[in-house]
């Protein structure tokens, strides 16, 4: 089929941080430049900023469905393009972004066509950072730039030439990466998802902003008042400031403080010869450490005249596995809810009751907990929330087979009861014999399914419950007896990814299989999705003993280089994908039956539905199906029907 590869340039006033729905909706929005090249023919660019426009073919090809559309990330210029074509389809596009990711590359056109190795003449053009934030953005009015808040082609010509070159440039290195990776090009299903997650953006979630504001005004009441009494007691121009305070610290108490981050001060909370000034000012510290807000300031900063935010879930965010990823504000790491007065606390600050709710609640803690309650539904629906439960831990069951677990999720039994009575064994119940071991056995099921030891159940809370790591060491010895086929599903899957990099031949462990294609290991899941590790080979890990590297983001350096893993390693990326697979499964289903998604968080689904229509146990029905790909799979899920966001 024919494409057409596409690059555009743009001015808004509004940040492209808050979402390209808040982008566009700015007075000013514009699109400056639009380049494209159809197949392999030479970039054309049209300068829409100096009056030129669109020749006809162009026009027709974005219309024609014998023409697929590409651009990297080509949601942004699908968004941008809609205000000049309102009608544009947005199933004729291919994202050349998801592309890279599916195939295991990290985000960013250029940092893309650096990991794949172009020659200079396809790679991104790095003048193109300063040039858009010349042109793209306002400027701030100054005397030599004859104080005007806009850069335009005539205030310098010889830049605006230099970036119709970029923009060019942008499409040649778009079209050679996908030309390089189109063999392995995400299946119909995934395109599918794709324009599911455009939809999902584009209808955004509704915010409630009278709650935002009195969220934010109550912080700063609060936080000044704070302020004020750590002032009242140090006698300190800023108590805020760690040099000062560490100074009068030691001047107070006789200790030389190395930090004030907030494990030094628990600690020093802890000592019971502390004064009484000193420990109310390191109360105080702690309480202004609190970040109880940065949520409510991002929805307040990207809402749109719609009263609502969007452009909140970045598809294929993780690459390799697939899983959505946040972006704008960031839902997937909101504070539960633990308040059993919940609707009460919600309705004070609702109600700008500041006083009162400063009397009956801890004022950081309790803004922190009823940030996912800003997130409403419109007037007239409500939210239908369904998460599915134990996902991960149902799916490494039946890859592997370890037929106990699956019984007990079939028979609705509590896992972390069967794992612990599996481990100890000896009878657990949740409120009755060994009830305390079930805690181990939660740990353990958390932290062990992907060959977990000692520092994987420190990571899940272990470390909290007071236990040595002799202990710890024979809660994973116990667990791994416990569960015998997801061990050896680690060392098959291990030995079956060495045995496809040395000669090149498929393998299997179980249900997923391995396969090289351009030199890349491909993982097939039961789906039929491939997660690809780019450039494997094995060598002599640190250790001496054998192992698989490959080519990929370095984790807490964020850089592209060789990267080292293991059976438990793969099989954690092929529980998660799979997983994936399960929620993005429910989510067509859904979608097809009428139920609008708004959100999805993890494996949970926020659905905004009219009142009276649908039902939370149909969604459920609905969830819980079976695919022919994961026949046998014991899913099960709940959930709760609410007007605004929570967790139950």
Same mark, same amino acid.
């Given at each position: 089929?024919? #494409? ?9 006033s509004?940040d ?16 400056l ?7 392999? =023919? %030479? ?23 014998e023409? *697929? ?25 291919e994202?050349?972004?998801? &592309? ?5 590359? %990290? /985000?960013?056109?250029g ?9 200079? @003449? ?7 950072? /300063?040039l ?16 005007? #808040? ?15 070159d ?9 079209? $050679? ?21 455009r ?5 955004g ?9 009195? /969220?934010?005004e ?21 108590p805020? !400031? ?5 100074s009068?610290?030691t001047?107070? *108490?006789?200790k030389?403080?190395?930090s004030?981050?907030a ?9 019971g ?13 702690k309480?202004?450490?609190?970040? !109880?807000?940065?949520?409510?300031? $991002? ?30 504000v ?10 059993? @007065?919940?609707?009460?606390?919600r309705? &004070?600050?609702?109600?700008?009751? /500041? ?16 940030v ?7 007037p ?5 929330v369904?998460?599915f ?5 149902r +799916?490494?069951a039946?890859?592997?087979g ?6 007990t999720?079939?028979?609705?039994? @509590? ?6 009575? $599996? ?22 099921t958390? $932290? ?7 520092g ?13 790591? =002799? ?21 098959? #899957? ?17 249900c997923?299989?391995? !396969? ?7 993982? #097939? ?21 054998? !192992? ?16 080292? *893993? ?23 289903? &859904? ?9 999805? +968080? ?6 905004e ?14 969830? *819980? ?18 007007t ?5």
């Amino acid at each position: 089929m024919k #494409t057409l590869a596409i690059d555009i340039e743009t001015y808004s006033s509004n940040d492209i941080k808050c979402g390209v729905h808040y982008y566009v909706a700015a007075p000013d929005f514009e699109i400056l430049l639009f380049a494209c090249a159809f197949d392999d =023919e %030479p970039v054309k660019i049209f300068d829409f900023a100096q009056g030129e426009e669109l020749p006809d073919e162009v026009r027709r090809a974005l219309f024609d469905p014998e023409i *697929t559309k590409t651009a990297y990330n080509a949601v942004f210029e699908i968004t941008c393009l809609k205000t000049m074509f309102p009608e544009l389809p947005d199933e004729q596009w291919e994202c050349t972004s998801v &592309l890279g990711l599916y195939n295991s590359y %990290p /985000a960013g056109l250029g940092v893309v066509a650096k990991a794949l190795g172009f020659p200079e @003449d396809k790679q991104k053009d790095t003048r193109g950072k /300063a040039l858009i934030k010349y042109f793209c953005s306002p400027v701030k009015a100054t005397k030599s730039n004859d104080f005007r #808040t806009r850069n335009m082609p005539s205030d310098a010509p010889d830049k605006w030439e230099t970036f119709k070159d970029y923009c060019c440039q942008d499409v040649i290195v778009e079209r $050679a990466i996908r030309e390089r990776l189109i063999n392995n090009k995400p299946s119909d299903t995934e395109h599918e998802l794709w324009l599911l997650d455009r939809r999902i953006n584009d209808i955004g979630i509704m915010v409630d902003m009278d709650l935002i504001r009195n /969220a934010m005004e109550l912080d700063e009441g609060h936080r000044n008042k704070l302020m004020l009494e750590a002032m009242s007691i140090t006698r300190l121009s800023n108590p805020n !400031s760690v040099a000062q305070l560490k100074s009068w610290i030691t001047e107070r *108490t006789g200790k030389e403080l190395s930090s004030l981050d907030a494990e030094a001060v628990n600690e020093m909370l802890s000592d019971g010869e502390l004064s009484d000034d000193v420990r109310r000012v390191l109360e105080i510290r702690k309480q202004l450490g609190k970040t !109880s807000i940065k949520k409510y300031e $991002a929805m307040a900063k990207s809402v749109c005249p719609d009263g609502r935010i969007h452009d909140i879930f970045q598809f294929y965010g993780a690459a390799r596995t697939g899983r959505w990823s946040g972006r704008n504000v960031q839902l997937h790491n909101l504070r539960r809810n633990s308040l059993e @007065d919940l609707d009460d606390a919600r309705g &004070l600050l609702q109600g700008g009751e /500041a006083e009162i709710f400063s009397l009956l609640y801890d004022v950081p803690d309790t803004l922190s907990q009823l940030v996912r309650t800003a997130l409403i539904a419109a007037p007239g629906k409500r939210f239908i929330v369904a998460d599915f439960s134990a996902i991960e831990a149902r +799916v490494i069951a039946w890859m592997a087979g370890e037929e106990w677990q699956l019984e007990t999720y079939r028979k609705g039994g @509590d896992i972390y009861c069967q794992t612990a009575s $599996a481990m100890f064994k000896v009878p657990v119940e949740k409120n009755g014999a060994n009830h305390e071991l079930r805690q181990k056995g939660k740990i353990a099921t958390l $932290a062990c399914g992907y060959q977990g030891g000692i520092g994987a159940l420190k990571a899940m809370g272990a470390a909290k419950m007071g236990l040595t790591d =002799e202990e710890l060491s024979e809660i994973v010895k116990k667990w791994r007896e416990s569960n015998p086929h997801i061990v050896q599903f680690w060392k098959d #899957t291990e030995t079956a990814a060495m045995r496809t990099i040395s000669n090149g031949k498929p393998h299997k462990a179980r249900c997923i299989s391995f !396969s090289m294609m351009d030199g890349n290991l491909l993982l #097939t899941l039961p789906t039929g999705r491939s997660l690809v590790y780019v450039s494997p080979r094995i060598e002599k890990n640190k250790f001496d003993i054998r !192992s698989i590297t490959y080519k990929g983001l370095r984790q807490g350096m964020n850089s592209w280089g060789d990267v080292e *893993t293991y059976g438990g390693s793969i099989v954690e990326n092929a529980v998660q994908a799979f997983a994936r697979d399960c929620l993005a499964a429910a989510m067509l289903r &859904l979608d097809a039956a009428g139920y609008n998604i708004v959100m999805h +968080v993890h494996d949970e689904v926020i659905i905004e539905k009219e009142q009276g229509e649908g039902s939370l146990d149909d969604v459920i029905r609905i969830m *819980t199906q079976n695919e022919e790909w994961n026949e046998g799979l014991p899913l099960d899920a709940a959930g709760f029907e609410s007007t605004y966001y929570k967790k139950d």
